[in-house]
């Protein structure tokens, strides 16, 4: 059975917010475009389905349970805490996960080693201290 196609609309919304998130992130496109065009199909998917852009690289006993939650919403939680996308969605400028924040038992840590964040003053903005009055 063919793959089922997202809509324009959610396709063309996943794919600004990935230029967006790129820059806010100081992270970089997959250099071999065809990943980047699996993933983000992924998401238009899920923003289809269940109406959040749902992390496409996980399997979940519950998607619909899982969207409810905050963990695997694009970006998420291990985005934001340690700029680590195991979609390979934002990576390093070869193309490799960023994985030198992450915990040393981490799976990204024993499959990667240690990727060095090429922009450490953009992202992980779950750990930056809120400056309301900036
Ligand atoms: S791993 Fe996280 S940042 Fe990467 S595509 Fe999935 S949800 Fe988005």
């Known amino acids: 059975m063919p793959k089922p196609q997202p809509t324009d609309v959610s396709l063309k919304k996943m794919q600004k917010y990935v230029e967006h998130y790129i820059h806010k992130s100081g992270t ?11 993933v983000v199909q992924g998401l238009a998917q899920n923003m289809d ?6 992390c496409p690289c996980n399997f979940y006993p519950d998607k619909k349970a899982e969207a409810q939650k905050r963990t695997w919403i694009c970006a998420c939680d291990e985005m ?12 390093a400028e070869n193309g490799l996960p960023i994985t030198e ?5 981490h799976e990204g840590r024993t499959s990667y080693g240690v990727v060095k964040d090429p922009m450490p003053e953009k992202g992980r903005e779950a750990t930056r201290v809120q400056h309301p009055h900036r």
Do not use: A, M, Q, R
């Open 28 to 38: 970089f496109l997959h250099p071999d475009p065809s990943i980047t065009d699996s």
């Open 49 to 54: 389905e269940l109406g959040k852009p749902l």
């Open 80 to 91: 934001k805490e340690y700029k680590y996308c195991h979609c390979l969605l934002f990576v």
């Open 101 to 105: 924040y992450l915990p040393e038992d």
